[in-house]
C-alpha cells in the first residue's frame, strides 16, 4: 500500500519561505514520477512541479524560479522548496506519485495535469499574507 504524508505547510507572509516535504511509503516502482500540485478554493487543480526517478524536472510558469522540487531517495521523500512567495500561491498542496510510462513521462501534459499520478497525500495548506 503507497502512502504519501506531507507537512511542512503554514502561514507566512508574502516573501516568505516555505519546504514542503512528502515522506513515501510502500513504493516500489523503478521507473516513477513526483509531483506537487495545489488547488485553491473555487480553482481547478493546478500542477506545480513533477520530478522523474532520472532526476528530469518540470515547473509551471507560475513558479519557475521561486520553487525548487528534490527528492532524497534514501529517505523516500519528496521535497518543494518554496521561496519568495506570494499571496496568489495561497492552496492545499498535494503530493503525488505513479509510475513512469516511459522516459519524459512525468513532463508530459498528461502527468502534469494530474490525471498521471496514480497515489495521492491528504494535503498542507499553505497561507501567504499579504
Known amino acids: 500500500q503507497v502512502q504519501l504524508v506531507e507537512s511542512g505547510g503554514g502561514s507566512v507572509q508574502a516573501g516568505g519561505s516555505l519546504r514542503l516535504s512528502c515522506a513515501a511509503s510502500?513504493?516500489?516502482?523503478?521507473?516513477?514520477?513526483m509531483g506537487w500540485f495545489r488547488q485553491a478554493p473555487g480553482k481547478e487543480r493546478e500542477g506545480i512541479s513533477t520530478?522523474?526517478?532520472?532526476?528530469?524536472?518540470r515547473y509551471a510558469d507560475s513558479v519557475k524560479g521561486r520553487f525548487t522540487i528534490s527528492q532524497d531517495n534514501a529517505k523516500n521523500t519528496l521535497y518543494l522548496q518554496m521561496n519568495s512567495l506570494k499571496p496568489e500561491d495561497t492552496a492545499m498542496y498535494y503530493c503525488?506519485?505513479?509510475?513512469?510510462?516511459?522516459?519524459?513521462?512525468?513532463?508530459?501534459?498528461?502527468?502534469?495535469?494530474?490525471?498521471?499520478?496514480?497515489?495521492w497525500g491528504q494535503g498542507t495548506q499553505v497561507t501567504v499574507s499579504s
Open positions: 510502500g513504493y516500489t516502482y523503478t521507473r516513477y514520477c
Open positions: 503525488a506519485a505513479g509510475p513512469s510510462a516511459f522516459p519524459g513521462y512525468c513532463s508530459g501534459g498528461y502527468a502534469f495535469s494530474g490525471d498521471g499520478f496514480r497515489y
Open positions: 520530478i522523474e526517478n532520472n532526476g528530469r524536472t
